[in-house]
């Protein structure tokens, strides 16, 4: 089956590129989160769980923003003012757009102790900044402390000319331009938690279809007979995959 073949080793070439860049990589017992990213009472011996890193990164988004709301713009309100946007919280915009994730037994993430702070957001309105700091159960307050102490892992925000008002207050219409200038500062930093939520997910997601495209490699390269029964779904992983490029 020489087309067949053909078919195979371009898909474990697609693979191995795929392997090179930054967002296909999976941590590894020797190569595991680093360690500033690691919750501090975590032993070192602890087993490393599929997707840690990327499970690590949403965690420390929610205890950074789990009481913010954002005005959110979607087809259907395309000319709304931005004030006049629904708001919905940091939080249900997560959740919603991971709940295509979820298992029968009701988790999202393979690691329980993360798992913990989406049951946490599911189950609670939080409205208190300081809830997982705090938090009645020690190990969720140890890891959340860890990680808000620690350097923001997704965070793109910058300074640019935007961002600074030189408006003195001797200026004509200084209160308006004051407001339109806090108006233009509050949608920038909501658009940029929004881009942020769709970057986490949908990298989570992206390394959860690239390590099952890589064992359905393994397995044709395992036991080439099967190939024409796992070939489909190989290809078909391979397209989501291109998705969230």
Known sequence: LPNLSKMVDEEVARSQSAQDRPQYQQPTQQAATPAARVPFNQPKEAPLYPF?????EIVQFIVRHCTEEVHYRDKENTSTPFMQLPTYRVTDLLLTNMEDLMTDDGTIFKNPKYQKFITCIGENQIDD???????????????ATSLYLDKD?????FVDDDDIFNVKPEDNN????????????KEKYESRLINDIKVLINEYKRDILATRHAELLKRIKEDPEKALDILPEVQRLAELIQQFN
């Not at 209160?175 to 339109?180: F, G, L, M, N």
């Open 174 to 185: 200084y209160e308006r331009k004051k407001a339109e200038f806090e108006l233009r500062q």
């Open 153 to 157: 892992i997704v965070s793109k925000r």
């Open 129 to 143: 900044d300081r809830f997982f700091l705090f938090n009645e159960d020690p190990e969720i307050s140890a890891i």
């Open 52 to 56: 840690d890193l990327r499970e690590c």
